[in-house]
Each structure stands twice: as C-alpha cells, then as structure tokens.
C-alpha cells in the first residue's frame, strides 16, 4: 500500500491510448487498485485512472460511499473499480436522443483549476472488477460525468481538451471562494 505521485497535465503518459488488463485477481493488479485507493484518498479525488500515476492500463476507480470534500454537494457514487470499459451513451427516458449537459469538472492531473465541461447526461457503462466479474450499471447525472472524466483518461483526454466555453474555465479559489482550502486542486 503506497500513496504514488499523480502525474501533472503535460506528462507526455498522460496522453496514450491504455492498454487493455489481459489478466485479472493477480497480486500486482489488487497491488495495483490498492496503491490508487490510496492516492485517491490521500487526494481527496472523486476518481483517478491508471494513467495519473504512469500505469498504461485500462484501469479506473472512482466513488467514495461519503460526501466529497472536493465536491460537497455531489450525491454519494458507489466505490468502483472499472476494468476495460466501455461506455455507451443513452437517451434518457422520454427522449429521442442522448443529451449533453454542462457541469464543473476538476481534474488531480490539473491542481487548482475548474472548467464545465460537456458529458452525456446519462450512460450504460459495462467492464470487468479487479477478480475479472463483470460490472455493468445504467447511471445518470454526477456519477455518468466521473465515470467520463475517469475513462477520457484512458483514451488520453483530459478535460481541458473538452472545454467549449473559455469563459467557464479558472482558478478553483476563484470561481468558488467558499470551498474548503483543502480543495485546491
Ligand atoms: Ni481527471
């Protein structure tokens, strides 16, 4: 178990495309999850991908059981990890088509910072957990939005590369004064 050094916007191995996990319940991927727990915790994260801490797999975590820190008013999404997932973007009920809704985002690749960002309101993900059983979940609003941001790594896309509205895109002690002082990134 080990906090391990989250990877800075610019990192070059921020930007590939990951490898899929071929082999599931080993002793290096639970290590693996374990460390990302850790780091996430330590960071007060609402998610974080393999990539952020230099690991070329398609592997994500994300969820908390508890109110975030970092994002007080978020409703509650289940602890996760994902595994090789796939996300298919759906209509909600009563609608033709997928909708796409603006919303803040903040990324622990790009402390400090906040910007709203465009995401499918509403998502089929399906994938695999660390002893290879399969997940899959119909999911709507905060947790479809950390379950994009959380996979976009794993194509190489941070969020700022997402950003339509320049205007919509600061400094975190900026645009929200209030949050906790622990929040900063
Ligand atoms: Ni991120």
Redesign the pocket.
Known sequence: MAVRDILLMGDPRLFRVAKPVTAFDTDELHLLVSDMLDTMHAANGA???AP?IGVDLQLVIFGTNAPNPRYPLAPPVPRTVLINPVITPLAAPGDADPQWVDDWEG????PGLRAKVPRCQRIHYAGFDPFGDPIERTVEDFHARVVQ??CD?LQGK??PMRVHDFTQFGFTSVLFPGLDAAADD
């Open positions: 998610g974080l991908a952020q990324c622990l690749s790009v941001h959380e790594h941070l969020y």
